[in-house]
């Protein structure tokens, strides 16, 4: 198509015109097919929010391949689902609802430790049920994720953003961790711990209720939340040699909040999903 500027007539010139009036074209153009002073105006405003479009007032082949894909959006990406299947945890995207799932297995084992009555099925499933309840209660939707990247994938969801839900399955093939639970007596307490190496998660009973450890302000810590960022690759942060030692209401220390830095390893896996998309944490609801 031939460079559409003032004095050009015709057929394209009346295309133009009428997709400039499609992108909001003020004031609205008559559609004759003369290119005059008042489709040059519009042609200039339209190259000026679309910078970097030369502002010329010319219509030449980037300004209407640029008016094209305003007019039409991004095409969307053909393959618009994925699945990551790591050691420590899967991940599911579905595009058509902005979501990423992160789903642990875990094979769990129940174990007594002091005076306790042998665990029943009904306690182990109660178990289970409330651990995922703290976790998603403390990490579900926090994280805000937005993508960048030269893929369809990139360019169609720029500007959106994803949701992180998390998904805890009691299941022996293909686990993830294996889960030891120890009952002990009410009040008492025992240490917790993850163990990433080994793929290993040592909770107890009395860690579903939710313990002051020190945060401050009357906080009180879900412990079962806690050791669920060391399962999703969090390191401790009271610590003495954690640069974030004094940020004490932070979930990785002694309180629940949960910071952007807790996605670093969910992340860094998520980037090795879809070729040439980059996603990073947007914000923390
Ligand atoms: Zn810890």
Redesign the pocket.
């Known amino acids: 198509m031939a460079l559409l500027k003032q004095g050009s007539k015709g057929n394209d010139v009346k295309k133009l015109q009428t997709d400039l009036n499609k992108s909001k074209a003020t004031p609205k153009l008559t559609v004759d097919g003369i290119f005059g002073p008042l489709t040059e105006a519009a042609v200039k405003d339209f190259q000026k929010k679309n910078r970097p479009l030369k502002v010329d007032g010319k219509a030449g082949p980037n300004t209407l391949a640029e008016l094209k894909a305003k007019l039409t959006g991004p095409v969307a990406p053909k393959k618009m689902n994925y699945t990551l299947k790591t050691k420590r945890m899967d991940f599911e995207l579905t595009g058509a609802t902005q979501k990423i799932w992160v789903r642990q297995y875990w094979s769990y084992v129940f174990k007594t430790k002091g005076k306790v009555s042998k665990w029943t099925s009904k306690e182990k499933s109660d178990f289970h049920k409330e651990t995922e309840k703290i976790i998603r209660k403390a990490w579900g939707g926090k994280f805000i994720l937005e993508v960048s990247g030269t893929s369809d994938f990139a360019k169609y969801f720029a500007g959106k953003i994803f949701t992180v839900l998390f998904d805890v399955d009691p299941r022996k093939k293909g686990k993830h961790w294996t889960a030891k639970i120890v009952k002990i007596p009410k009040g008492s307490s025992l240490v917790?711990?993850?163990v990433w190496s080994k793929q290993e998660i040592n909770l107890d009973t009395e860690d579903l209720q939710p313990a002051d450890k020190g945060a401050g302000g009357g906080v009180k810590m879900d412990v079962a939340a806690?050791?669920f960022?060391?399962a999703i690759g969090q390191p401790?942060e009271?610590k003495s040699t954690s640069s974030h030692k004094h940020h004490k209401k932070s979930i990785?220390n002694r309180g629940n909040e949960v910071k952007k830095r807790h996605a670093k390893h969910l992340v860094e896996e998520l980037n090795k999903m879809i070729p040439d998309t980059t996603f990073s944490v947007k914000s923390v609801k």
């Open positions: 917790s711990n993850v806690h050791e960022g060391h401790d009271y990785m």
